[in-house]
């Protein structure tokens, strides 16, 4: 792993890079500032039309619920910014799998645990915090705790702990939502298989791209950068939210 990170610290000058890679890594940091700029709505917070369904209906309704939560991970772009850096330097897939799963346990843990006892925090805070941990990773990635700090932090655990956040996110918007107490047990735990499906989807997809990528020379010279934009994302998102809960 520190391998890859020095060797991603390499990045060949602008000018000796051809045309179409100076495009195609302009393409990749405006889709990954574009993502962070999109609407709260794609993010934890659920449609309106999704939000007046969980406020209506009551009793066990596991499909419906399992699609909700499908269709929140695989539509949420904090959360697939944060798999991505997870994943930037992991190649095998014992590793990503054991990362994913922390991750996994630290979402499912705080999101279920949240509603069942009705245990919320503030959306703003906890989506800036949500930010942080897309910074946090950007920059473990690049190497820099290492430079500043003269000691790598332990990735596992920072993973499960950001993972908890990134739960309480969700959790405070279904909190909000006033879901029915009937059936809740069974809808919540449907919700987080269909939470685990949608990061499937989405993890399967950044994996395909990653794996074109890297069999190209030009991602040892881009990850860096691509470092860089997703952290700058990650910025962003703080300013965002933050922006949100002073003016509100």
Avoid at 11 to 37: E, G, K, N, Y
């Amino acid at each position: 792993m520190k391998f890859m990170r020095e060797r991603s610290l390499e990045v060949m000058p602008d000018r000796h890079r051809p045309t179409w890679q100076r495009t195609s890594l302009f393409l990749i940091a405006t889709t990954i500032l574009l993502f962070a700029c999109a609407n709260q709505a794609l993010a934890h917070a659920v449609a309106e039309g999704d939000k007046g369904y969980i406020q209506e209906i009551s009793g066990v309704n596991l499909i419906p619920f399992m699609y909700l939560g499908a269709k929140h991970m695989a539509t949420g772009y904090d959360h697939i910014l944060f798999l991505l850096g997870v994943i930037f330097f992991l190649y095998r897939m014992k590793h990503i799998a054991l990362y994913v799963t922390l991750f996994a346990i630290g979402h499912s843990t705080t999101m279920l645990l949240g509603v069942y006892f009705n245990v919320g925090i503030n959306s703003y805070i906890i989506d800036a915090i949500i930010g942080l941990s897309v910074v946090y990773k950007a920059l473990d990635n690049i190497g820099a705790f290492q430079r500043w700090l003269g000691f790598q932090p332990n990735t596992k655990v920072a993973t499960v702990v950001f993972g908890l956040f990134h739960g309480f996110g969700l959790s405070t918007k279904i909190i909000e939502y006033n879901i029915s107490p009937d059936g809740l047990i069974p809808n919540l735990l449907a919700f987080n298989v269909g939470v685990e499906i949608g990061q499937l989807i989405a993890l399967g997809t950044i994996l395909i791209a990653m794996s074109y990528w890297r069999r190209t020379a030009s991602f040892w010279r881009h990850a860096y950068t691509a470092n860089v934009a997703m952290m700058c994302a990650g910025f962003i998102l703080i300013g965002y939210q933050l922006t949100g809960y002073f003016v509100s």
